[in-house]
């Protein structure tokens, strides 16, 4: 939906109508992956990745590979080849060696290029410090996401550089993964009404005092104040002031991502309670038109970290494979279970899918 003060695309790289949100093909779960050194992060997003249905209907039809140019890195390439791998595979679990070399060889340079920080101090990874991929330094699964998904979107852009923003939005990634959020700035001097748009491919929520997925998200619509050293800079009354800020989502995306912020800013501390969230999910209170029809998800990947900091740990996943049953997947082990197992985790990142 193209609203006021958003730039509708002089072209689009994947026709939305294309997107298949259901699995083309119907098997059995793939393989697991070892860890080769502290790697359990990579993992839980390449699988994670590997069960998004419409990122991977796309992967395994190679409509990239095809077509793509590129000498030297390419993330979707390297995603296309594991995402067959693992999915294709007899073995039980499988070594990511291409991934990591080839991470290895590129030392994650598109990765830092495109890695937009998250606030969250205490969790730098490890390619921002020392600006290059080493498989037994710990990393967190977040950050990776963040950064593959980036990386993949730029291969989208090979030899586009040139294009307006919007078009740039438009790649496969950005299809599936984005939306945009809406911020309604109100001027409580004159009253003015002022609209920003912000595309995003996750949502990071605040969950210290929430109890549920829900009421993180009650909070992170709520409306703001901007006073003291946030005031805002209004263009009618040319000064700064006091104003009242509501962020809503505006483009609701095929697949939502949210991360459960688990880290105390204060306290440099995991936080560890619990955050009660739904197999099913409807965005439409949050949206920047809560009235319309209900825009529902289904959840069908939970990333879980464990430990008492986030510095350290451990990570596994929960995915729900084509075949309609989910997974527990802690490295090598792929194991069968229940919904209620999946909901009673202590979740990290969340996958939801229209």
Not at 310 to 321: D, E, I, Q, V
């Amino acid at each position: 939906v193209i609203s006021k003060g958003m730039t509708p695309p002089q072209k689009t790289f994947s026709p939305p109508e294309k997107i298949c949100m259901d699995w083309r093909q119907k098997r059995r779960p793939g393989a697991g992956l070892y860890n080769l050194g502290s790697t359990c992060y990579l993992n839980v997003i390449l699988q994670c990745l590997t069960y998004t249905p419409p990122l991977a209907n796309y992967l395994l039809s190679r409509q990239h590979s095809r077509f793509c140019d590129e000498q030297g890195f390419c993330m979707m390439c390297i995603m296309e080849a594991h995402v067959r791998k693992v999915l294709y595979s007899s073995a039980a679990a499988i070594r990511p060696r291409a991934v990591i070399r080839d991470l290895k060889c590129k030392q994650f340079q598109v990765l830092q290029e495109v890695f937009f920080p998250s606030g969250r101090g205490e969790l730098l990874t490890f390619f921002l410090v020392i600006g290059e991929f080493k498989p037994d330094i710990p990393g967190d699964a977040y950050e990776f996401l963040r950064c593959t998904l980036n990386a993949m979107h730029r291969a989208c852009l090979s030899g586009s550089s040139d294009l307006d923003i919007a078009s740039q939005e438009t790649t496969i990634i950005h299809q599936i993964f984005g939306g945009f959020l809406r911020s309604r700035v109100t001027c409580l001097s004159c009253k003015t009404v002022f609209d920003f748009f912000k595309v995003f491919l996750d949502v990071l929520l605040k969950i210290k005092g929430a109890s549920s997925l829900t009421t993180a998200l009650e909070d992170f619509v709520k409306p703001k104040h901007m006073d003291g050293r946030k005031l805002f800079k209004c263009s009618k009354c040319k000064k700064k002031v006091a104003a009242s800020k509501v962020v809503t989502v505006h483009n609701a995306p095929r697949v939502l991502t949210v991360c459960l912020g688990r880290a105390d800013h204060r306290s440099s501390r995991k936080l560890s309670q619990v955050v009660e969230y739904p197999e099913y999910l409807d965005l439409r209170p949050f949206m920047s038109d809560p009235a319309g029809e209900p825009i529902l998800y289904y959840l069908y990947a939970v990333v879980v970290h464990t430990g008492h900091t986030c510095l350290g740990g451990h990570f596994f996943c929960y995915t729900k494979a084509s075949n309609g049953q989910w997974y527990k997947m802690n490295d090598v082990s792929v194991d069968s279970c229940g919904i209620h197992a999946v909901l009673g985790q202590q979740a990290y990142l969340l996958f939801y899918a229209r």
